[in-house]
């Protein structure tokens, strides 16, 4: 079979390699059949993400159909189609017990520390697949798993009906994160620096837009929020002015998720955390999120073919790679097809 391979930072080659075979009872083969290109991918690809190793097989947002089921798998038969987690994790140190698996202290991450879904066929255990509702294409699927990212975004920022949410950067992550945001009924403001990216936010919910070059953040978020300030403020941004004017704009009792990454110190007075009781917390992949985002997709109160801009044929990846890389203004989801 066919696999895409990082060898080594800024080297991908597709390979013949050896289809993999069923080796635990409680495992299934899957048959790839769509995968979507991350900014994780992306940075694997040039060597600068701080976790991954190589040889790599890149690829964690993965849709396929079973081919074969291992002896003891019950939930699961040739021909389901699924959604596949891409956590591994141990099930026994105290984070996995507290429901936070993806903090777990031995966290693999496919596409990452493992061989992810860029290659024809995978194995893998059945605790780690989701079925995806007939109605849903294999290309649209691919949106599950940002979707569980949102989802975790919004509950880190504990997201309610009619919360003013303001969102910094309305890349992938930030416009999934306000797709999930309204669904909850939230009123949301997105800023950014490129107006097109502006427009996409507002054709798919946001309430507000704020160009962050050309206009006063701090001055439309009072206006926007009746002076009260952003209750929620997710940064998807993350850098280190964008966590400090978080910190500036949010509400009083408000809540901060950074979801973006910078390892450059910010400077935040800890008055302003402690004067107005603050909330900052992260946001990492997501715990046990996909059955809540299967659920919106089956409803159809979230659909995942608002976001696809690009599908290429998995032997095109490179240049797929490449138009995220040059044209980042036509790109939301780059889809590969397997």
Same mark, same amino acid.
Request: charged share 25%; glycine share 8%; hydrophobic share 40%.
């Given at each position: 079979?066919? %696999? +895409? &391979?990082?060898?080594?930072? $800024?080297?991908?080659?597709?390979? @013949? *390699?050896? #289809? ?31 976790? %991954? +190793? &190589?040889?790599?097989?890149? $690829?964690?947002?993965?849709?396929? @159909? *079973?081919? #074969? ?44 520390? @493992? ?224």
């Amino acid at each position: 079979m066919k %696999a +895409t &391979y990082v060898t080594e930072p $800024g080297k991908l080659e597709i390979k @013949e *390699i050896a #289809e993999p075979q069923i080796t635990n009872a409680y495992a299934v083969k899957i048959k790839v059949k769509a995968g979507g290109i991350c900014g994780s991918d992306i940075h694997i690809y040039h060597g600068t993400s701080p976790v %991954a +190793t &190589y040889p790599r097989v890149l $690829g964690h947002e993965i849709v396929g @159909e *079973i081919v #074969e089921v291992g002896e003891l798998v019950k939930k699961f038969k040739v021909q389901d189609r699924v959604v596949i987690d891409p956590i591994i994790n141990c099930e026994e140190c105290y984070q996995c017990k507290k429901n936070r698996p993806n903090l777990c202290v031995k966290l693999r991450v496919r596409g990452v520390h @493992e061989d992810g879904g860029f290659r024809e066929y995978l194995v893998t255990p059945e605790k780690n697949i989701f079925k995806i509702p007939d109605s849903v294409s294999y290309e649209e699927a691919v949106m599950i798993e940002p979707f569980t990212v949102a989802a975790q975004v919004n509950s880190r920022g504990q997201v309610e009906k009619d919360d003013y949410v303001f969102i910094m950067g309305s890349g992938p992550a930030g416009l999934c994160a306000l797709k999930v945001a309204k669904n909850k009924g939230a009123i949301c403001i997105v800023s950014d620096l490129v107006d097109e990216r502006l427009e996409n936010a507002k054709r798919l919910g946001a309430d507000y837009v704020i160009n962050a070059g050309k206009e006063n953040v701090n001055e439309k978020i009072d206006k926007y929020t009746q002076h009260i300030g952003a209750n929620v403020v997710i940064d998807a941004v993350g850098n280190a002015s964008s966590f400090e004017q978080a910190i500036e704009v949010v509400s009083k009792g408000g809540r901060i998720v950074v979801l973006g990454f910078t390892d450059r110190p910010s400077k935040i007075p800890q008055l302003l955390i402690t004067k107005d009781e603050l909330d900052i917390c992260g946001s990492r992949l997501h715990a046990n999120k996909f059955p809540e985002v299967i659920d919106w997709f089956n409803k159809g109160e979230i659909t995942g073919k608002d976001f696809i801009s690009h599908i290429y044929p998995f032997e095109k990846i490179q240049e797929a790679i490449h138009l995220v890389e040059t044209e980042p203004m036509k790109v939301s989801k780059v889809v590969l097809t397997f």
